[in-house]
C-alpha cells in the first residue's frame, strides 16, 4: 500500500516538456525556480504519501454514504481534508489577488498528479473545485470573486460542476433546469442535476455549485444557457455560510469505483427557494462551461496518469516480491522474482512507459496553459489541440496501464484485498466524465483540426517534425499530418467514424515525440544514473515499440463512414 | 437484461468455421445433423434465457456465500441447476458409453456458449465439469469411470480442478500437497488448495474434486506430481454419496467479479483422514492435467466469447434505446437513438466484430478436438497450436469488447444497477486463471512452434494463406510466417519477450482469415437478409480495420529482450 511520490520524474518532465525555465524566467511565475519547485514536489509527495494514500483502500471499501442530513465521507477523510487546506495544496495554483499562491498550472498539476495518484478519488474534490475558481475568475464579477475566491483558493470551500441532466447526457443543449430572476439580482433555480462528483460532504462548510440552468424566454440549445453559482448555504452579511439553500442530495450512485467520491443527484429547488447568482452574462452558459471544462479535462487526463503511476507503482513492487519459477533461460533452477521473468517485464516496462507517455502530454498542455497566461496566444491554441488528446489518451492509458496492473498479479489482481483491482475499477470512469472520448475525438475532428484552418494542427506536426529523428516516429508523424488533411475536409460522418483512431495515432505521435526527446535528454544528462538509465530503456520501449503500433491504426483513421452504415440499426441485433 | 441467443450465428460458425457437415457424415457424429443442432441450440438457447439469465445479476450482487456448513449459493441457482441437469444440457458432449449424448464437442460448445453469456458466473461449474470428465476419461480406470462418470456426465455431480496453492501460482512444479497410500490402493492427501472454482456449494450432492498432489519419494518439479480423486462425500458401496470426506472450505475470495462462482481455499486432510484415489499412473498427474487444462483453456477462451456476446447484446439495445443529440450531419435537429452516432456505431461494429471473431477461433479450434477425436492426428497438433491463441485472445476480446459495452452506456454504464460493469469486472479474471495469457504466449513461442519443427504452425499459415484473399490480410500472414519462423531459432528470453504480441498477431491473422471466409460466404449465401448482411458489415470492418492494426505489431513481436533488461530490476522503482 506504500506509495513513492515520483518527484523525480516530475521534475523531469516538469522541466524537459512544460518548459519550466521559460516559465520562471517571466515576471509572473519568477517565483517557480527550481527550488522552489523542488520543495513543492518533495512538500506535497511526504503529505499525499503520509495522510491520503493510506485513505486510499478506506475510500474504496466504506465509500462516501448517503444520509438525509447529507453524504458522510469515510473516516479520516476530514481530518485528511483539514490537513489538506492547512498545507496550504490547494492554493498552489489559485490565483495570487484571490489568497492563492499563482504558480505556474504545470506545478498545480504536478502536485494534483501526486495527490491523485495517492488517492484518486480523494483528489477529485479539488480537482472541480479548480474548475470553480477558474469559472469565477474569468466570468465572476468582483464582488462573486471576492466573497469566493479567497475560500476556494485555500480550498477551504468547494466546488462543483452541475451539467448532466437525466434526460440529458452528452447533449448540453437539452438541459431543462430553469432559473428565474426573483427581481433583486438574484435567481431562483429549478431543476435536478446527475452525476455531480462531490456534491455533497462533509469535507468542507461550504459548497459553490456552478449550474447551467435555461432563463426565461432564453433560447432552445446550448445557446439558451447560463451559469448560476448556488451556494449550499447562502452567505451571511458578513460573508460566512449561514442558512441551508433549498439544495437536496437526493441519492449517491452505486459505481464500479471511485468509491471514495460521492456521484450526487442534486435536486435544487424542491421548496421553490434555491437562490443563485448568475456567472457571468445571461446566455453565457456555455462559453463559462468550457472555461470549467477544458480545465477540468486536462484534469481527468491527469487522472489516467494518476492511477496509472499507483497501479504501477504497485505491480512493480508485487513483481519485485513475488518469487515463482525459475528464469526460462536454464542457467538456474532457482525460483526468481517474477519481474525477471521477459512477459512481466515487459509488461511493466510498458507500464512504465505509458504511464510517463501520459504524463509528459498532460504536463505539455499544462505548459501551454502557463504560456498561454503569459500572452501566448499560440500557446492558447496548442492547449485547445492538445486538450482532447490528453483527456482520451490520457484517460485510455490510465486504464490500459491499470489493467496490465491486474495482470502483474495473477489471479491475485483478481481478488479485492490486493488492492490492484481498485485501480482497475477506479480508471474506467476517467474515459466517460467530462466529455466521453468519443467526445473528444469528435472535438479534435471537428473544432480543432479546423482552428486558424488546420494551422495549429499543422504547426503541431512541423514541432514534432523538426525535432523526432527515429525513422517510424518521423513516418507516424508523417502519416497523422496525411491523415489530418484529409479530415479537415471529409464529410462529416467519415470524420467521426475516423475519429476515434485519429485521435490515438496523434497522441501516440507526440507522446512519441516527448519520450524520445526524454530519452535523448537523460542519455546526456547528469544525474541519479538509475532514473535516467529507467527514462531511457521507457523511451526507447516507446518508440520502438508503441509508436509502430499507433501506425497500424492508419487503415481505421482513413476509413469512411460507409462501412458503419451498411447495415440497418436493428441489424445490430442480429 | 433480456438474453437472445446467437443460434443463427452459431449455426453459421458451426457450419462453416467448426465444419460441422464433414463431422456428421462420421459414423460417431452421425447424429448431429442439422436439425439435431437447429434443435439443440434452440432448445438451450430458450432455457438459458428464461432460466439462467434472470439469475446472472443476482449472481453478482448477492454472490456466493461461505458458511460454516458450506458454500450457499444465491437465491433461484439451485432450483436453476437442477433444471439444467434435468434438461440434459450437461450430456451433450458428454460420452456416450457413460450416460452422455456424445455429441461434437463443437455442438457441447455452443451449448456452453450459450450458457455462459447467459450467465457466465453459473457456467463456469459445467465447464469445471466437463474437466473433470475429460480427465477420467483419458487416466481413470474403468472402475473409477463407472463409478463417476454416469453422474459427472449429466451434471448431476460436478467436478473441480486442484492446481494451485499460495507458494505456487503459475508453477505447478512447486506444488506441496502430499499423498500417501493408505495399503488398501487409496492414498490419504494433505494440503491446502487456492483459487479453487466451485470448490464447494449446494448445488448438487457430490462434488468431485481432482487433485494434484506429491507422492512420497517423487522427484522435484512437475515430475513427481500425481492426479487424485477426492470425493467431496466418500461412497458408499451401492456407490451413492455417504460420510463426509475431510475436506474443508476454508474461506471464498472476495473477488472483483464473478461473484456468482466460489472460489474456494480448500484444506485437505485437516484431520489426517482425506481419502482419494489415484488417476492414472503415479507422476503421471502433469499429462493428466494438461488434458483437463487444454479442455478448460478452450473453455476459458469461450468465456470471452460468451461474455462479448452478453456485452454487445447490452450495448446494442442500450444504443438503439437512448436518444440523444441529432446527427452531426445537420440533416435534421431532432435527437436519434445513439446507435445513430457514428463513434458509438463504430464501437458497436467493433464489439460485433471482435465477439464473432473470438467465437470463430474458439469454435475452429473445438471443430479440430473432433476431428482428433475421429482420428485426424493433424487435428490434434492444430488443436495443440489454437489453443492458446483461443484461450489468450479469446479472453483479451472479451475484456475489451466489455470495456466498450461500459463506453456505449456513457456514465449509465459506470453505475452497477445497468449491469454493464458487471461484465467488465467478470471478464477480467479470464485473461488470468487456466494459465495466464502470459503463459499462453510462452507456451505458443515454445512448445507450440517448435512442434514437428515448426511444421504445425506453418501448416496452419498455409492454410490461411491458401484462402485470404485481402492484401492485408495476406501481408499480415506473411509477417506472422516471417516472425514464427525467426521465433523458433532465437534465443528463449527473445522468445519470451516477444511472445505475446506475437500471440497477438497470428490470432488476429487467424480471426481476419475466419472473418473474410464468413463474410464472403455470407454475400453469396441465401438465408436471413439482415442475418447476412451484418455478417459481412463485421467481416468487412475486422478485415479492413483491426487486421491491419495487428500489422503494427510486428515492431514489437521482432523485437529482443535486450531493452527489457537495459536496467536493473531495481530501476523499475525509479
Redesign the interface.
Known sequence: MTF?PPV?EQRFVLEHVAGLADLSSSDRFAEATPDMVEAVLEGVGAFAAGEWAPLDRTGDTVGARWTEDGVVMPKGFPEAYRAYVEGGWGTIGAPAEHGGQGMPFAIATAVLDTLGAANMGFALCPTLTVGAIEALMHHGSAEQQAAYLPHLSTGAWTGTMNL?EPQ????V??LRTRAEPVGDGRWKITGTK??ISYGDHDLAPQIVHLVLARTPGAPAGTKGLSLFLVPKYCLNDDGSPGEANDVRVVSI?????LHASPTCVLSFGDNGDCIGELIGAEGGGIAAMFTMMNNARLNVGLQGVQVAERAT?KA??Y??D?I??AR???ASRE?V?I???????????RM?AQTQAARALVYLAAGNVDRATLGDADARKRVDLLTPLAKAHGTDLG?EVA?LG??VH????????TGA?QH??DA??T???EG???IQ??DLV?RKLAMDNGGVFLAHVEAMRAEASDA?LRALIDVCEEVGRRLMTA???DK??A???FLTMLSVATCGWLMERQGRIARDAEG?P??L??K??AA??YV??IV?????????AS?R?D????????????
Open positions: 513513492t523525480a448532466t440529458a447526457g452528452s447533449d443543449g437539452a446527475i452525476y450512485e452505486h459505481k464500479m469505483g507503482q512493480v513492487a513483481a519485485r513475488r515463482q519459477s526460462a533461460d536454464g525460483p522474482a519481474i525477471e521473468h521477459p512477459d512481466v517485464r515487459r509488461m511493466l516496462l512504465k486504464n489493467s491486474i495482470q495473477g489471479g491475485m489482481g483478481y481478488v479485492e484485498e483491482a482497475f475499477r474506467r470512469i474515459p466517460i466524465y466521453t472520448n468519443g475525438a469528435a471537428g517510424g464529410d462529416v460522418d467521426l467514424a475519429s476515434y483512431p541519479d538509475i532514473f538509465a529507467q531511457q530503456a526507447r520501449f520502438e515499440q509502430p503500433e499507433a501506425m497500424g491504426l492508419k487503415a481505421a476509413a463512414a462501412v458503419l452504415y451498411a447495415i440497418p440499426a436493428d441489424a445490430f441485433a442480429a
